[in-house]
């Protein structure tokens, strides 16, 4: 059974054709710059070569015909024809209190997603607009929402309420969400796998440390706190996002600098994080690693600020799991950024018995313990997959 996952911005649209049975990746692209002038289609087969088209997209419904014209292509195509896509599983950043798990679209779904948009008004106009296209162009083909917020609505009431008149949850359902559940989700499963051990039985903490970045508390198979609030916005420090700051600082810069609430928004979501930290220098950990390793003092500051709010977040979600068994990295930083890794477990966790195996924590790509046999909590690199996750939760519910 052939899956195909959408993962639809506003200008972009990523794409993964999964077989959910092998769970091999059949072929993947990115249109970019959708509505834009040299919107282009990136297109790979797995085992073939990438190819990259220049082509107009006046809208999303042009870039999904245009992924299902490079999937179905005599020469470079993958699937003879659209019947052999079985199903599409679409990522859905937020799906608000209504929904704690995956689900099949209709009618109804999708009013419930557009009652969201409030929330999330950059990114869910954008994942309703992938679903119309598909529902055009693929009529009669299941398809199933993916949300980002869905595995976090385990979390107690005490862990998702702000300290905020009750008024404003009960009015406008302001409250803790958080973001990249089907990451956390798959990566607190990965590693109870990898450890042979019983998933209900653990407590793993989920550094997802990207471009974006949030980490998560999973007691007992389940999710009982995470960084990120009401949008994407709260937590640690990410690349261009301030994380968590005094609410006050909004007001004080506006002054300061005249500037209008949307603006300060805007420093804060586009300005901010890693890249107003370092002064400018990058928003790219890799940029930053660079400067570090040459004794930019504004870098050595900037990493050094950043893990220490990783592992501020980590002893915050030691007590409140009262504990912790495993602490997992991944995404873009937490796979490939041992120096990350080593500043924080090194720096901070050595309260918690746990040695780094410097070795094992130069290694990437696969699943892996950092930590020395001895050590009393394991520390992981679980490379995430949300599109298998995605396409898991479609054949589920689809097959
Ligand atoms: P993501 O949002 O998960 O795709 O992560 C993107 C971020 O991961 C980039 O902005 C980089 O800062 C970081 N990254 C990717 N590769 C590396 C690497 N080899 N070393 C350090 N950081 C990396």
Redesign the pocket.
């Known amino acids: 059974m052939n899956i195909l996952v959408i993962n639809c911005g506003s200008s972009s649209l990523k794409f993964q054709l999964i077989d959910a049975e092998t769970e091999k990746l059949i072929a993947k692209g990115i249109c970019e710059r959708i509505g834009i002038e040299g919107s282009l289609i990136a297109y790979t087969p797995t085992g073939g070569t990438k190819e990259e088209t220049v082509t107009p997209m006046a809208n999303h419904t042009d870039a999904i015909r245009l992924v299902l014209d490079a999937l179905t292509n005599e020469k470079t195509g993958v699937v003879k024809s659209l019947s052999e896509i079985n199903a599409v599983g679409h990522r859905i950043v937020h799906g608000g209190e209504k929904f704690a798990s995956a689900t099949v679209i209709d009618d109804e779904v999708l009013a419930a997603i557009e009652e969201c948009n409030d929330l999330a008004p950059l990114h869910n106009p954008a994942n309703l607009i992938g679903i119309r296209a598909c529902q055009e162009l693929m009529p009669g083909v299941p398809m199933v929402a993916v949300f980002d917020t869905a595995f976090h609505q385990t979390m107690p009431e005490r862990a998702y309420m702000y300290g905020l008149p009750y008024e404003y949850y009960e009015k406008y359902k302001v409250r803790r969400y958080g973001f990249h559940g089907t990451s956390h989700a798959y990566v607190s499963k990965r590693a109870a796998e990898v450890l042979g051990k019983n998933y209900e039985d653990l407590k793993i903490i989920v550094c997802h440390l990207?471009?974006?970045a949030s980490i998560s508390a999973v007691k007992n198979g389940k999710c009982v706190d995470t960084s990120m609030g009401l949008t994407p916005l709260e937590g640690l420090i990410m690349?261009t996002r301030s994380g968590d700051i005094d609410p006050a600082i909004m007001e004080f810069i506006a002054k300061k600098e005249d500037l209008t609430l949307e603006q300060v928004m805007n420093v804060l979501n586009k300005k901010s994080g890693v890249l107003g930290l370092s002064n400018n220098l990058s928003?790219?950990?890799?940029d930053?690693?660079n400067a570090y390793n040459a004794g930019d003092e504004r870098a050595i500051n900037t990493m050094e600020t950043f893990a220490y709010r990783v592992a501020k977040y980590i002893g915050s979600y030691v007590a409140a799991m009262n504990g912790v068994d495993v602490i997992c990295f991944t995404?873009?930083?937490g796979e490939?950024?041992p120096l990350?890794r080593r500043l924080i477990c090194d720096n901070y966790l050595g309260y918690l018995g746990i040695t780094l195996d410097e070795e094992a924590n130069q290694k990437?790509g696969f699943d892996l313990a950092i930590t020395t046999p001895d050590s009393k909590t394991t520390v992981m690199v679980i490379p995430t997959n949300e599109e298998l996750a995605i396409a898991r939760e479609t054949y589920c519910l689809t097959k």
Do not use: L, P
């Open positions: 990207g471009n974006g690349g928003s790219d950990f890799r930053i690693e995404a873009g930083v490939n950024g990350v990437r």
